[in-house]
T-cell receptor
Framework: GQNIDQPTEMTATEGAIVQINCTYQTSGFNGLFWYQQHAGEAPTFLSYNVLDGLEEKGRFSSFLSRSKGYSYLLLKELQMKDSASYLCAVMDSNYQLIWGAGTKLIIKP | EAQVTQNPRYLITVTGKKLTVTCSQNMNHEYMSWYRQDPGLGLRQIYYSMNVEVTDKGDVPEGYKVSRKEKRNFPLILESPSPNQTSLYFC?????????????FGDGTRLSIL
């Protein structure tokens, strides 16, 4: 079967750095997405990786290793507004998205 | 403004009373999808549509129907709602399906079936 694993919850301190991991086992691979979702709101697109390596976008970076079935989202200089759930999703061989359950990130002052 | 619009945002109704949640996008997207989101389970796809008049089942289609008569609209129909369909529902769209095609989400519809 297809599976995406992420930690359920993480806590970090304002101003610090946090890494949210995602491991996957899917039927084929056509890219990995990260979305941010604030409580009660719609998910919003953060990043996309289809080749191995690091993609940097301001305070957020995303890394992919296809051979290991592994990705992480790195958030730097954490702000209180970064408190949200972070969803990992993999596009399979049929171009359908397989979603992880999400990681709830709690930022403390 | 480019957006996906869902209505209603909130609905409390009773078992067996047919309801429709509308979804409309103004981005000329080919691909549209419905998800439900329940605590601890993440997003689960109900139905999707690759283009007009083309729809297909997702992971949890039982109890739902959809139609795609026009490119911009993709309504979700619950013919006989039951309490286990109480959930947060999201409609999403993307230009097409394929690599580097992020989905854009509506604001969600919170359904409570009593």
């Amino acid at each position: 079967g297809q599976n995406i694993d992420q930690p359920t919850e993480m806590t970090a301190t304002e101003g610090a750095i946090v890494q949210i991991n995602c491991t996957y086992q899917t039927s084929g691979f056509n890219g990995l997405f990260w979305y941010q979702q604030h409580a009660g709101e719609a998910p919003t697109f953060l990043s996309y990786n289809v080749l191995d390596g690091l993609e940097e976008k301001g305070r957020f970076s995303s890394f992919l290793s296809r051979s290991k079935g592994y990705s992480y989202l790195l958030l730097k200089e954490l702000q209180m507004k970064d408190s949200a759930s972070y969803l990992c999703a993999v596009m399979d061989s049929n171009y359908q998205l397989i979603w992880g359950a999400g990681t709830k990130l709690i930022i403390k002052p | 403004e480019a957006q996906v619009t869902q209505n209603p945002r909130y609905l409390i109704t009773v078992t067996g009373k047919k309801l429709t949640v509308t979804c409309s996008q103004n981005m000329n997207h080919e691909y549209m999808s419905w998800y439900r989101q329940d605590p601890g389970l993440g997003l689960r796809q109900i139905y999707y549509s690759m283009n007009v008049e083309v729809t297909d089942k997702g992971d949890v289609p039982e109890g739902y129907k959809v139609s795609r008569k026009e490119k911009r609209n993709f309504p979700l129909i619950l013919e006989s709602p039951s309490p286990n369909q109480t959930s947060l529902y999201f409609c999403a769209s993307s230009l097409r399906t394929g690599i580097y095609q992020p989905q854009h989400f509506g604001d969600g519809t919170r359904l409570s079936i009593l």
